[in-house]
């Protein structure tokens, strides 16, 4: 289901869930639980402890979320104790719009991933 909200209306938009594709610049945690744990900062700054993010802060996704009023997204490949009911991130740092690229999850592995996602919810 889509939700689309027209800019010119006063309507309040209302959203149930984000889902977000990319790559480390929205990563929030799918390299780390994939493939290797990173040093600190990880996210340690805003967080107050390590976030398996590239960054040591926030990444847009999170201010996206903030202003829609939902969670941060979990990454999609960190599952154990996570709640998927406002969204997931499908993102991993290093993906690429093409494969082979320097990360295994493509953004076509990312769609695929969300594909199955879907048929479990």
């Given at each position: 289901?889509?939700?689309?909200?027209?800019?010119?209306?006063?309507?309040?938009?209302?959203?149930?869930?984000?889902?977000?594709?990319?790559?480390?610049?929205?990563?929030?945690?799918?390299?780390?639980?994939?493939?290797?744990?990173?040093p600190?900062?990880?996210?340690e700054?805003?967080?107050g402890?390590?976030s398996?993010?590239?960054?040591?802060?926030?990444?847009?996704?999170d201010?996206?979320?903030?202003?829609?009023?939902?969670?941060?997204?979990?990454?999609?490949?960190?599952?154990i104790?996570?709640?998927?009911?406002?969204?997931?991130?499908?993102?991993?740092?290093?993906?690429?719009?093409r494969?082979?690229?320097?990360?295994?999850?493509?953004?076509?592995?990312?769609?695929?991933?969300?594909?199955?996602?879907?048929?479990?919810?």
């Amino acid at each position: 289901m889509a939700v689309m909200c027209d800019v010119d209306s006063t309507e309040k938009c209302e959203f149930p869930a984000l889902y977000n594709f990319g790559d480390s610049n929205s990563d929030t945690g799918g390299r780390h639980a994939a493939m290797t744990e990173f040093p600190p900062q990880n996210g340690e700054t805003f967080f107050g402890h390590p976030s398996g993010r590239f960054s040591d802060g926030r990444v847009i996704i999170d201010f996206i979320a903030e202003d829609l009023k939902l969670r941060y997204l979990s990454a999609y490949l960190d599952s154990i104790g996570t709640s998927f009911r406002q969204g997931a991130n499908f993102a991993f740092g290093g993906s690429t719009i093409r494969p082979p690229g320097y990360s295994p999850f493509h953004i076509a592995i990312q769609i695929s991933q969300f594909v199955q996602f879907k048929l479990l919810v």
